[in-house]
């Protein structure tokens, strides 16, 4: 069958990518045919239990190593040149004269647009502004179709300018989570094309949430990649910084990531190992059944020195959305979803001391951790509830003309995503 979209992204399934899946299962459950095309299988041991409901099949793109490869690409070349000769030379001067243009990567890309026109050229819905982008990018313009693209965290702040701003100015409309990142992209983009903010939310529990204290030692815990950005080994000194005030708890860490074997020797050279536990990368079945049981939920942010940092990390959300008092610092997309004192505390970035004053105002006053675990649910309920947030991707796609709308769409029912981000 014939898809209404391709959706590009960097690796898939991926399990710290939540949001790509539950935006491929909105986008289905408009009546959307999808195709998915990732640029690698990742070698993850668990996966995301939704997976199971998404309907698109998806297809890797070949990273063109052997020769077979290159053949393919080579007849790839040779097809969209007879599909129409004037358009292809075109596409493939104003590729090859971009920043980010290499052989693999426009190899690559012929694939991609070749595919696609044998499929019937569908629009494009590329995820990441990166590698993505880059090939994305290349095979719109060698397919002569139009695409949407959705920028994140990373995929902002490390994309060099020149090449951030031709991916956003050959785009039919930007998507992004935060206002921090549609600010940055407003600026690269120059008015040239609308940058649209829309939230990912989150899931909110039809009932109470499920909160279970586990009994005994308090638990901390914190959700996300060991990689630097997320501040694990800040977490680990406070922790440092807690056991010195005789304070009980338990820090458990979830995630995997390249920082494993530094943060498990910090733990060493700390003597915590009988108060932190890795618990090595989880389902979403999984990280709620953490959640329910945990005391407080703790995420150390930071802005590494390359200019790389996080958005609004989904799981924050997901501790807010389940009443969890959450500790975090005042990064931008953190702050974005915590009002400090209200809906959680926030510190600076890389202050162990200052985040264990914190963690230890939590542990040590029920009343604060119950006020902060409620303000923590209204304010995602009002804000950041996925049944209202993930129809603005469908909205925006619509509005753009990438996709056809399931009713009229006025801008006005967009909400956030049908305003340029302030």
Request: aromatic content about 4%; hydrophobic content about 45%; proline content about 8%.
């Amino acid at each position: 069958m014939r898809p209404d979209l391709v959706v590009i992204v960097n690796g898939f399934p991926r399990l710290s990518e939540t949001f790509v899946l539950q935006e491929l299962l909105e986008l289905e459950s408009r009546g959307l045919n999808l195709m998915v095309m990732a640029l690698a299988r990742p070698p993850e041991i668990v996966q995301q239990d939704a997976l199971a409901r998404l309907r698109a099949p998806v297809e890797y793109v070949p990273a063109l190593t052997a020769a077979r490869r290159r053949l393919a690409a080579r007849a790839s070349h040779a097809a969209l040149l007879l599909q129409g000769r004037q358009r292809y030379l075109a596409a493939l001067s104003d590729i090859v004269t971009s920043p980010d243009y290499n052989r693999m990567r426009l190899d690559q890309a012929a694939l991609v647009a070749h595919r696609l026109v044998r499929l019937g050229r569908p629009p494009l819905y590329i995820h990441f502004a990166h590698k993505p982008g880059t090939i994305g990018r290349f095979a719109a313009r060698l397919a002569d179709v139009p695409y949407a693209l959705s920028c994140h965290a990373k995929d902002i702040w490390l994309t060099p300018a020149d090449e951030l701003r031709r991916k956003l100015e050959d785009a039919s409309v930007v998507l992004t989570c935060t206002r921090e990142g549609a600010a940055e992209l407003e600026r690269h983009a120059a008015g040239a094309t609308p940058v649209r903010l829309v939230y990912h939310g989150t899931e909110i529990p039809a009932g109470p949430p499920r909160r279970m204290p586990a009994p005994g030692t308090p638990r901390i815990l914190t959700v996300g990649r060991l990689v630097p950005k997320k501040g694990h080994d800040v977490l680990i000194a406070a922790a440092a910084a807690l056991r010195e005030q005789d304070t009980a708890f338990q820090l458990r860490i979830a995630g995997d990531g390249p920082e494993w074997p530094r943060l498990q020797r910090l733990v060493h050279e700390l003597e915590l190992g009988d108060r932190v536990i890795f618990l090595g990368p989880l389902t979403p079945a999984e990280v709620r059944e953490e959640l329910a049981t945990a005391t407080v939920f703790a995420l150390a942010c930071r802005r590494t020195p390359d200019g790389d940092r996080d958005g609004l990390p989904n799981v924050v959300l997901e501790a807010m959305a389940g009443e969890l008092p959450v500790v975090s610092t005042t990064l931008a997309g953190v702050a974005e979803a915590i009002q400090d004192g209200a809906s959680g505390l926030l510190v600076a970035p890389e202050d162990p001391a200052a985040l264990a004053a914190a963690l230890q105002h939590v542990l040590g006053d029920p009343d604060l951790a119950a006020r902060l675990g409620r303000g923590a649910g209204e304010r995602v309920r009002a804000s950041f509830d996925r049944r209202h947030t993930l129809p603005h991707v469908f909205a925006t796609l619509a509005q753009a003309g990438l996709v056809r709308p399931d009713r009229p769409i006025a801008v006005e029912d967009a909400g956030p995503a049908g305003r340029r981000a302030a």
